[in-house]
């Protein structure tokens, strides 16, 4: 029995004439050479290609700079604000811990306030001699004993102290 399927697999080597299984690949080269050149430049051009488009799909694809207008006549412009405090120099003879008083809230304005994923709301102010971006319920204004008190959508309420301020949206 072990005869019969050497036997067998001799006979299918010697029909098959090996030439599909063995060398098929070879053999190819070998009738047309200059495959050997044309092939690797052709996955060369495209991968070239693909890159290209790539590129210029993404290119394409840039955020603009500038903000864009929603065509709503009502809604409100937004301003957007570095992530500290700005200080304008005409601060004569206001000390830091004073940086929030009447005196620099002769003309506060509330210019955002924004309800954000996390549930609740926070807010930037502007004054006449700095701005305060990101001020959030609990959190004391910078260099100064103010406390945020409260922010609702259309008001910001501070407190020092006994004193209560009220700035609108």
Not at 123 to 140: E, F, I, K, M, R
Request: aromatic share 8%; net charge negative; charged share 20%.
């Amino acid at each position: 029995m072990n005869m019969d399927i050497k036997d067998l697999i001799a006979k299918l080597k010697s029909k098959s004439g090996g030439s599909r299984t063995s060398g098929g690949v070879a053999s190819f080269f070998q009738k047309n050479p200059k495959m050997k050149i044309i092939i690797p430049a052709v996955f060369i051009v495209i991968s070239i290609l693909v890159s290209v488009v790539i590129v210029a799909k993404t290119g394409k694809a840039k955020v603009p700079d500038i903000p864009v207008n929603s065509g709503d006549e009502n809604a409100k412009e937004v301003e957007v604000l570095p992530e500290d405090i700005r200080e304008s120099e005409n601060l004569e003879g206001i000390t830091d811990t004073e940086m929030f008083n009447e005196a620099v809230l002769a003309h506060p304005k509330v210019t955002a306030i924004i309800y954000n994923s996390e549930g609740y709301y926070t807010a930037t102010v502007v004054t006449d001699n700095a701005h305060y971006p990101n001020l959030s319920v609990g959190q004391y204004v910078a260099g100064s004993d103010w406390l945020v008190e409260s922010i609702t959508e259309d008001q910001v309420v501070f407190s020092c102290n006994d004193q209560k301020i009220t700035v609108k949206y």
